[in-house]
């Protein structure tokens, strides 16, 4: 009845947390009085029965008013260190929020020098619910599938020049109960996924929050094309800039003047070729997909790459897993200061 109900207001993942907030004039998401408490209830901040009465006190006074103002002295009153330092945390993190205004701005300027820092899971969960406002309603699965990539680490398999992407956390997960299973069944090892395609699409939304859906990533297949229109998605979304991109098989014959690693390791990779190192391949990882991008508001690029396009990469790394950091696509773009 949920999932039904979640369909119908055009919302993929509940556990995005797109019912704890509302968007604002400009299609942006609040930070609401919800959101904020979300985090107040935390494990590592709601209190437990041995807590102090000072952190009881604070915790039912944030849980009143979510953007009640604490001071250090408060903070510094609680019998707990680590309780402490948790809130002190999580408070640095509202306080971001609210200056900045919305869920997406406090997004895009926490990868300043200046930004407060945050937990990694943090930023995955903001990543989440992001894409989750900017995929209200879609109806394409491919593309929701796709879209994980930008919340969730991925595990990559590769054989029979097929490349699928599976839920890294699902993917130990359902290992680890094999590992069990065979203790008692020693033929029962494998780990396997369904992979989406035409048959079971229509089971995605169903399965939106399990993540256990593997994708085919290969070249020429729809999984690389619903990601590179979910890149220009983003992209519009943050910068109200219009971009084209499309997969590649390789960058040859191509003006190469700019280059965005859209993870650790594929800027690493992308940085080396076009300083023309020499790379290893053992016990290195390797580049996924290829994107070519153009930008269609070219007076909102730097001069020198007035129509020129820019290469993006993704990298699977020597573990097999594809990290991906979307904030790349936000702050490593060849666009003009004043214009970012």
């Known amino acids: 009845m949920n999932q039904a109900r979640d369909r119908m207001q055009g919302v993929i993942w509940k556990s995005a947390g797109q019912h704890l907030t509302h968007r604002l004039d400009n299609g942006w998401l609040a930070v609401s009085d919800d959101f904020l408490r979300a985090y107040y209830t935390r494990p590592e901040i709601h209190p437990v029965e041995e807590s102090c009465r000072v952190e009881h006190t604070l915790f039912e006074r944030l849980m009143q008013d979510p953007f009640a103002p604490i ?8 019998a707990d ?30 990868f300043a020098q200046s930004a407060p820092m945050i937990p990694p899971v943090f930023i995955s969960q903001m990543a989440h619910l992001i894409m989750g406002n900017i995929l209200m309603g879609e109806g394409d699965a491919t593309v929701a599938r796709a879209a994980e990539l930008f919340f969730r680490e991925q595990t990559a398999t590769t054989s029979e ?19 069990l299973l065979a203790l008692s069944d020693p033929g029962r090892t494998e780990v396997a996924l369904d992979i989406l395609d035409a048959d079971n699409a229509g089971q995605y939304w169903a399965r939106a929050d399990h993540f256990d859906l593997a994708l085919d990533f290969r070249f020429s297949e729809p999984g690389q094309d619903a990601f590179a229109r979910l890149i220009e998605r983003w992209i519009k979304h943050f910068l109200d800039l219009r971009v084209r991109v499309q997969p590649l098989q390789s960058v040859k014959n191509e003006r190469w003047s700019w280059h965005v690693g859209l993870d650790a ?12 190192e020499y790379l290893p391949e053992e016990g290195q990882g390797s580049i996924a997909a290829l994107f070519r991008m153009e930008f269609l508001d070219y007076d909102r690029v730097v001069d020198t790459m007035r129509r020129k396009p820019a290469f993006l990469g993704l990298a699977i790394d020597a573990h097999d897993r594809i990290r991906m950091k979307p904030q790349n696509l936000l702050i490593n773009l060849p666009l003009k200061p004043a214009l970012q």
């Open 265 to 276: 390791e594929s800027s690493r990779i992308l940085n080396a070729l076009y300083q023309g």
């Open 161 to 179: 020049e097929r490349m699928m992407l599976a839920d890294a956390e699902v993917v130990e997960t359902r290992a680890q109960q094999a590992a």
């Open 71 to 78: 001071d250090a002295g408060e903070l510094a009153a609680i």
């Open 81 to 110: 260190p680590d309780a402490a330092a948790n809130y002190a945390l999580v408070l640095r993190f509202r306080d971001h929020l609210v200056a900045k205004g919305s869920i997406e701005a406090a997004y895009a300027s926490l």
